[in-house]
């Protein structure tokens, strides 16, 4: 038998359209997100009438259709209106206010941006965006390094609204008062989804992923309590299409709860495990490395002692490998430098969209 004997032909794929199940599609319409996308475009509204927005902190647990259900709104007012400008930033990809006044300038396609100063890209940005209204999401605004653009917009651009969304609400209390004192934010609070609801979603998106029956009962009801259980439908989708994978793999016509059971493995692998999981000191550790992102190992084990730390330095290394090991956070090795090889602390575990 040859090797490529049992590969189904294109025509027999258990698939009909992988997209629907990328972490990054905004499938229409989002359910079960009504209240919060009405509650959303309630703070937009007094743009319409060029007046200033309300402004707005979103917060929740992950997987729980935060982005989604934002994006899905940008992309209604970009079909209403022109005069209204909408900025989506991801702030795990852009933060700090440099990087983020490149990215406005990017969307209001301002390319004149080399060799210019933070200061610099702020004036311009307010002279190009205060010709309009304008919409600020500021998304994973936990990442963030500095603050200062956040000051900057509420203070020089007239008519917005400003929307930030975080897992961590309490993070907002960290901001500089002369910045909370001018948000003033709305609060609104995502809460999980319920059996029905995953399970709802979860189906709405089978349909447009996979040809017609070719879930077997079981295994999608498998697929649907992993996903009520871990409560983040980002795994939900990994479930679906690894699963769908594996039955392809194996030239299978239907897919079964084994395959589901692979799936859910493969995913466990990856997942990132909760900080409560850790012993004292490596939570100590933990801390001081999100306190200090980038730093090379040798320095973190210096403001790990000034903080009172007392284990030796290759019991600290050994809780390093520990916590990079279950993806609190990630390691680089950098080799040859001019103090030979050393590691880099990046406070930052990946999540499972990073795959
Ligand atoms: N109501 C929904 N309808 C359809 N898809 C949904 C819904 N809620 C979540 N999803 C899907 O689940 C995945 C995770 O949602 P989303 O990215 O919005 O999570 P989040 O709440 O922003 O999480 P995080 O805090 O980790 O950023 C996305 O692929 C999204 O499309
Ligand atoms: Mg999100």
Known sequence: MGVFDNVLKDSESLFRDTVALDFSHIPKPILYREKEQHFIANCMKPLFQERPGRNLLIYGPPGI???????????????????????????????????????????????????????????????????????????????????DFLYFILEEIYNKSIMLITNYKDKLFEIDDRIKSRLLPELLNFKEYNEEETKGILQHRLKFAFQENVWEDK????????????????????????????????????????????????????????????????????????????????ELFKIYQKKGGNVVYKTFQRKITYLDKNRFIATERIMGGPEGTTTIINPENKKITDF
């Open 65 to 147: 259709g935060k982005t989604v259900a934002v994006k899905h709104l940008l992309r209604e007012l970009e079909e209403k209106t022109d005069d209204i400008i909408p900025i989506y930033i991801n702030c795990w990809q852009k933060n700090t206010s440099y990087k983020i006044m490149l990215e406005i300038c990017e969307l209001i396609e301002y390319k004149f941006t080399h060799n210019k100063k933070t200061d610099e890209l702020f004036k311009i940005v307010a002279h190009h965006v205060n010709k309009k209204s304008a919409v600020f999401i500021f998304d994973e605004i936990d990442k963030v390094e500095d603050f």
């Open 219 to 298: 295994a999608f009801a498998k697929a649907c309590k992993k996903t009520f259980e871990l409560k983040d439908i980002r795994s939900g989708l990994y479930i679906l299409k690894e699963a769908g994978n594996d039955a392809e793999d194996k030239a299978q016509r239907s897919i079964t709860e084994e395959n589901v059971n692979i799936a859910i493995e493969k995913m466990e692998q990856f997942s990132i495990k909760n900080s409560t999981d850790l012993d004292n000191e490596a939570n100590f550790i933990l801390k001081i490395a999100r306190e200090n992102p980038n730093t090379k190992i040798g």
